[in-house]
């Protein structure tokens, strides 16, 4: 899985090896760290999480006296990026739903881990919530047709909840493992959208008790600071489990997550690494720590 | 948009406003808050980083420092560089001399190319245009289907295209273009795959499509949320397909906005339009300049008067901008007001253009809840011509009279009055006035 991984990230490599250099050189600490702080921000770690990373490593570093910054570097992100259980419930039935603002990769995603529970013998049903958007019910609809799964989907511009409902009844009397429920993108600061949002949850664990086991929130990993608010804005008003990290196979290093790890107290569960249903990862600190500074 | 960068870096000019002289102690504080309300804004630190430099150099020079009023120096620079990074006054989108002209839209996934595309068709029709619309989008599953959908919504035309016709790409683009050139389009809209930059064969196929069509404007489609990564991304489009211009997605969200500054300063391209919603309506022309005042705080007022010119009834304004002047403003006047202000969109973001200083200095404060100016209609209606015209004669029995009939709390009967006397009040005031004959 590492392996995979860093074949897949292999491109964004240059600025990392111009740390591994960094790391290498024997100059002055506060030098390294100044460095250290640019390469963060640029990986879009943002300002206070970098200033925080920072200082830990410049006081870890004095205590014990430590000149491998790196492997402290790399202990430091890994312990905050494994502050929180990234464990995935895979108790089932299960019902998951993927959030997020658009444009994030929320359909590829639901394919991916439709693909991924179909290959472990799970059967897996996909309800296309989003009404709204043009085609975007026919895009799941191809998906569900390519991996050979039944896909829910109701009118265009219909009520999403009343999709998610019919879906639900489908599911029980099939007797299926995993639905899973693809909402519309929707940016976070339209407020009645929100709403809806939290309307598809109620309307799960109406029907079913101790639905949805998990919502996770589909981040793109070019995406910058408003990541946190983001993350934010939909873990108030559905209640994020674990973040679903997309887009890795780009130059974009995802360093957000690290700030919202740091802030909010999520964990990553899973990383997207290219367009085909079988690029997916489970999310590993270790690896991702890895793959970020190798 | 770029609110918190805009009071993050109105906060700088008021700090360097309160130091009389300049030092170099004083500009190096200055600069390192810029350089933070920049990178909370998610501008590149390397754009950050020259941006400062720049500053810095012409700040600390001689007849700056000396001047007396280095403040109002130090600001005027960072408007100048701001401008300049932003790219200076805004440009038209670009016709070819014989038609069809055609318009290449580029970008990563998930940027918002296709919405673009119809929003790009809508607007151009809005020109007297007749566009057609293609996509090349083989690879996303339902892209076809999604701007045939889209094209259909907006009673546009739209080119079907096929992977077997692609199989021979010269031959499907020329067919392409001579059915454009027949039926007399003009312009042609292209939405592509999106693709990671670092995707040779995806790019290669970029530059064939490009080099056969001749596009008069290839289009970089960049999401505004974007972070640090947005300098790597638009510099290898312009480096590998070549550029002409830039629409900016999702400034309808509450991102700060950076990768707009980062953008255009690796690619040296204009944004020509920004979108700010969903809907195929929500597409608006990008003033460089007015941006760099909106983001020091000295407000957009131009964009404001277009808004009002495009949507509002002129001879309706008129007559209020005159009663303003002579302040004669009624109720009567408010209520109209109310009707043409529902017609230019949410409240909140009409304020957004409005100088952070000066007269309007409290109206940022104000409460803009787009449902409260219903209810004040509601509130307006249910009062006597002679009220309207003069309300100090609303006493406690008219006010649960009002109140009544038009179903509100009467807290809220007061609360209008009490915000209109206030409006007055500001009214009348001389900075006030003086604005209003400027205009």
């Not at chain 1, 995979?4 to 024997?26: A, D, P, V």
């Not at chain 2, 406003?17 to 501008?43: P, Q, S, Y």
């Not at chain 2, 069509?213 to 990564?229: F, K, N, S």
Request: hydrophobic share 40%; aromatic share 6%.
């Amino acid at each position: 899985m590492f392996d995979k991984l860093k074949q897949k990230l292999s491109k964004t490599r240059e600025i990392f090896s111009r740390m591994e250099q960094l790391f290498q050189s024997s100059r002055p600490r506060e030098e390294l760290l100044e460095e250290l702080y640019e390469l963060l921000i640029l990986a879009d770690v943002g300002v206070s999480t970098t200033d925080r990373i920072i200082s830990g490593l410049r006081d870890r570093a004095r205590k014990t006296g430590s000149a491998d910054l790196k492997a402290l570097l790399k202990q430091e992100l890994v312990n905050l990026l494994s502050s929180q259980p990234a464990a995935v419930n895979e108790t089932w039935p299960a019902v998951w739903m993927l959030v997020g603002v658009n444009g994030g990769g929320k359909t590829t995603s639901a394919a991916k881990l439709a693909y991924r529970y179909q290959s472990q013998g799970k059967k897996v049903m996909l309800a296309a919530a989003d009404t709204f958007r043009a085609a975007a019910q026919e895009q799941l609809q191809l998906w569900g047709k390519k991996l050979n799964l039944p896909v829910v989907q109701g009118q265009s511009g219909a009520d999403p909840a009343s999709v998610v409902y019919d879906a639900i009844q489908s599911f029980k009397a099939r007797n299926y493992d995993l639905l899973l429920v693809d909402t519309a993108g929707r940016l976070h600061t339209y407020s009645n959208l929100m709403a809806e949002l939290e309307k598809i949850k109620r309307v799960i664990s109406r029907e079913i008790a101790g639905a949805p086991q998990e919502i996770l929130l589909v981040l793109d990993s070019t995406i910058g600071q408003n990541a946190i608010v983001q993350a934010r804005e939909f873990n108030r008003f559905s209640g994020i489990t674990g973040i679903f990290l997309t887009k890795l196979d780009g130059t974009a290093r995802g360093g957000s997550v690290l700030a919202v790890t740091d802030e909010l107290h999520l964990p990553v569960k899973f990383m997207g690494i290219g367009e085909s249903e079988k690029d997916l990862l489970e999310f590993s600190a270790e690896s991702f720590v890895e793959a970020l500074l190798s | 948009m770029f609110e918190q960068l805009a009071e993050k870096i109105q906060r700088t000019l008021k700090f360097i406003r309160g130091e009389g002289k300049i030092t170099e102690k004083n500009i190096a504080e200055a600069l390192k808050m810029l350089r933070l309300a920049f990178l909370e804004a998610d501008v590149n630190y390397k754009v950050v980083k020259e941006f400062e430099a720049r500053v810095k150099a012409r700040a600390l020079d001689q007849e700056v420092m000396m001047s007396l009023t280095p403040a109002q120096h130090f600001i005027k620079i960072v408007r100048d560089e701001l401008t300049e990074i932003l790219g200076g006054e805004a440009k038209p989108l670009t016709f070819a001399g014989h038609p069809p002209s055609v318009f290449m839209l580029v970008g990563l996934q998930g940027s918002g190319k296709t919405t673009t595309s119809g929003k790009l068709a809508r607007y151009v029709k809005g020109l007297g245009r007749n566009p057609l619309l293609v996509s090349f989008d083989l690879k996303r599953l339902a892209a076809q289907d999604q701007l045939r959908i889209i094209s259909k919504s907006l009673n546009l035309p739209f080119y079907g295209m096929t992977a077997e016709k692609m199989k021979n790409p010269a031959e499907a683009l020329k067919e392409l273009m001579t059915f454009t050139r027949n039926r007399g389009y003009d312009p042609l809209i292209v939405d592509t795959a999106g693709r990671l930059h670092i995707d040779e064969e995806l790019m290669e196929e970029l530059r064939l499509v490009r080099e056969i069509l001749e596009p008069t404007e290839v289009i970089y489609v960049g999401d505004a949320m974007t972070g640090q990564d947005a300098v790597r991304s638009a510099q290898a489009f312009e480096e590998k397909i070549g550029l002409t211009s830039i629409i900016l997605t999702k400034l309808d969200g509450d991102a700060r906005g950076g990768a707009a500054l980062s953008i255009v300063y690796v690619t040296h391209k204009p944004i020509k339009f920004i979108g700010v919603g969903e809907k195929f309506d929500k597409l608006e022309v990008f003033h460089p300049d007015r941006m760099a005042s909106r983001i020091l705080g000295m407000g957009d007022i131009l964009s404001l008067i277009e808004k009002a010119e495009q949507e509002a009834d002129l001879k309706e304004a008129e007559e209020i901008a005159r009663k303003i002047k002579k302040q004669q403003f009624t109720l009567e006047d408010f209520r109209k007001q109310l009707q043409q202000l529902k017609k230019m969109g949410s409240l909140s973001g009409l304020l957004d253009l409005l100088p952070k200083a000066g007269p309007f200095k409290k109206m940022g404060n104000l409460d803009v809840d787009d449902k409260k100016l219903v209810y004040f209609e509601a509130i307006i209606n249910s009062m006597t011509p002679a009220e309207r015209e003069n309300p100090r004669i609303i006493d406690g029995r008219r006010r649960a009279r009002i109140a009544r009939g038009s179903g509100r709390p009467i807290q809220e009967v007061n609360q209008l009055l009490k915000q209109f006397f206030e409006m007055e009040k500001m009214l009348k005031k001389s900075d006030f006035q003086k604005l209003m004959k400027n205009i």
